[in-house]
């Protein structure tokens, strides 16, 4: 089945430095990948939606120029938090649309098994 | 507006049915998804059914689908301690590629 990667599985950073998350799609090709940020009990909340070639599409409320998205192949997409603060720790996922989708008229996305980010 | 209820929390018997509920608000959804989540794993997806039904049945997962009351439901049948997760509800807003989930329940199967 199609397998998504995500590295690191977890980070401690301080604050005001950068980090960077990588998600690897490894046995298909992903003409979009989502990122997404999960905070405890609640819901995965879609920060962007990364195009393969071109810039990222953020969801409002979103800070572009704090959370950089870079999907520069059909198998790597990476999200930097510049300078971090401990308001940015949260466990960050990333999905993985399969560039042979659709399927019975919908697609799968299909997900990584996310970064916890520490910031003290 | 975009929004994706469901209920935090479920507990029931093994080999019990479950029902997990979820109401969405984006009457343009075209297709909405159940997702499973085990600790420290990616979302699986489990099923998904398109607007035009009214259920969907995949061997022990119903899902029922009431487009008039925007309301989803998730039935698990004989419930067995692996299915013992989160679940996410998930709607897909008409004309978009991006997923809006629920905040998740979570199942407790207990013996």
């Known amino acids: 089945g199609a397998v998504v990667s995500q590295h690191p599985s977890w980070v401690i950073c301080k604050s005001g430095t950068s980090v960077k998350i990588e998600c690897r799609s490894l046995d298909f090709q992903a003409t979009t990948m989502f990122w997404y940020r999960q905070f405890p009990k609640q819901s995965l909340m879609l920060m962007a939606t990364?195009?393969?070639?071109?810039?990222?599409?953020?969801e409002q409320g979103v800070e572009k120029d704090k959370f950089l998205i870079n999907h520069a192949s059909l198998t790597l997409s990476t999200l930097t938090v510049t300078s971090a603060h401990p308001e940015d720790s949260s466990f960050y996922i990333c999905?993985?649309?399969?560039?042979?989708?659709?399927?019975?008229?919908?697609?799968?996305?299909?997900f990584g098994p996310g970064t916890r980010l520490t910031v003290t | 507006g975009e929004d994706v209820e469901q209920s935090l929390f479920l507990s029931v018997r093994e080999g019990d049915s479950s029902v997990i509920n979820c109401t969405y608000t984006d009457s343009s959804s075209t297709y909405l998804y159940w997702y499973k989540q085990e600790p420290g794993a990616g979302l699986q997806l489990l099923t998904y059914?398109?607007?035009?039904?009214d259920m969907k049945q995949d061997q022990r997962l119903t899902v029922l689908l009431n487009k008039k009351d925007k309301h989803l439901s998730l039935r698990i049948a004989d419930t067995q301690t692996g299915d013992s997760a989160i679940y996410f509800c998930?709607?897909?807003?008409?004309?978009?590629?991006?997923?809006?989930f629920g905040a998740g329940t979570r199942l407790a199967v207990h013996p």
């Open positions: 059914i398109f607007s035009n039904m």
């Open positions: 990364s195009n393969e070639g071109s810039k990222a599409t953020y």
């Open positions: 998930a709607e897909r807003p008409g004309g978009y590629n991006k997923l809006i």
């Open positions: 999905s993985a649309r399969d560039r042979g989708s659709p399927v019975q008229g919908t697609y799968e996305q299909y």
